[in-house]
């Protein structure tokens, strides 16, 4: 079974976390933001032969993170793993949101004077 993927403009596998991430994508892209500027699990870098693959990226104009999202499945617990795993990420990209959700309940920070603070996804510019 297949599920399409309008930014890799494609048919994906449909795994539980494929529907996740197709989910955010759609709220995302009717807030506006631009589907060429997203990226969907590309390896970004590799850190001792760990192959460092967000989810979703999405770049502001001038090619610069902007959002990270790590998605899970709709049966997949948030837990301190997950947040953990997308702040390792954040490490290297320094971007202005993180999200992480499994459909369920999902979770934003913004960076604001060096510190992430919750925010809700309606708040995401």
């Given at each position: 079974?297949?599920?399409?993927?309008?930014?890799?403009?494609?048919?994906?596998?449909?795994?539980?976390?494929?529907?996740?991430?197709?989910?955010?994508?759609?709220?995302?892209?009717?807030?506006?933001?631009?589907?060429?500027?997203?990226?969907?699990?590309?390896?970004?870098?590799?850190?001792?032969?760990?192959?460092?693959?967000?989810?979703?990226?999405?770049?502001?104009t001038n090619y610069?993170?902007?959002?990270?999202?790590?998605?899970?499945?709709k049966n997949i617990?948030?837990?301190?793993?997950?947040?953990?795993?997308?702040?390792?990420?954040?490490?290297?990209?320094?971007?202005?949101?993180?999200?992480?959700?499994?459909?369920v309940k999902i979770?934003?920070?913004?960076?604001?004077?060096?510190?992430?603070?919750?925010?809700?996804?309606?708040?995401?510019?």
């Open positions: 079974m297949t599920i399409y993927c309008i930014i890799r403009q494609k048919f994906v596998k449909k795994t539980p976390e494929e529907i996740i991430r197709q989910f955010i994508v759609k709220i995302l892209l009717e807030k506006g933001f631009d589907k060429s500027l997203f990226r969907i699990e590309k390896q970004i870098f590799n850190v001792k032969n760990f192959n460092f693959r967000p989810d979703i990226v999405v770049y502001d610069n993170p902007y959002i990270i999202v790590e998605c899970k499945a617990n948030i837990k301190e793993n997950t947040i953990e795993q997308i702040a390792n990420y954040n490490r290297f990209l320094n971007s202005k949101y993180l999200i992480v959700t499994n459909g979770y934003c920070w913004e960076k604001i004077n060096d510190k992430y603070i919750n925010i809700s996804l309606k708040d995401l510019k």
